[in-house]
Nanobody, 123 residues
Framework: QVQLVESGGGLVQAGGSLRLSCAAS????????VGWFRQTPGKERSFVSA????????YYADSVKGRFTISRDNTKNTLYLQMDTLKPEDTAVYYC????????????????WGQGTRVTVSS
């Protein structure tokens, strides 16, 4: 398995941008599908974006499509989430995840998780 550590969260005004990073260590990072999820108090963790480990195909939740961009640098074992045109409803703790097999929007398809990084978007 891989170990994941997120960074880059913080406070930003609505309309602003942030870039989250997720550093991986342990196993061969390029062999894993990777994803981002977010969670707010009292709610389940929800899918934000994912990227296939082989073809690099990306997937997005409708709520972030056109505003967020997932990318990975396998030479640096790092996953990114560029978040633009942020909205107050994007406020959450963001988690990066890695897994193998069929990629889905369910947290259950990812076996490794980071500790989370908080993003707060003020109106």
């Amino acid at each position: 398995q891989v170990q994941l550590v997120e960074s880059g969260g913080g406070l930003v005004q609505a309309g602003g941008s942030l870039r989250l990073s997720c550093a991986a260590s342990g196993d061969t990072f390029s062999a894993y599908n990777v994803g981002w999820f977010r969670q707010t108090p009292g709610k389940e963790r929800s899918f934000v974006s994912a990227m296939n480990g082989i073809r690099g195909r990306s997937y997005y939740a409708d709520s972030v499509k056109g505003r967020f961009t997932i990318s990975r640098d396998n030479t640096k074992n790092t996953l990114y989430l560029q978040m633009d045109t942020l909205k107050p409803e994007d406020t959450a703790v963001y988690y990066c995840a890695a897994g193998q097999g069929v990629i889905t929007t369910s947290p259950s398809s990812f076996s490794s998780w980071g500790q989370g990084t908080r993003v707060t978007v003020s109106s």
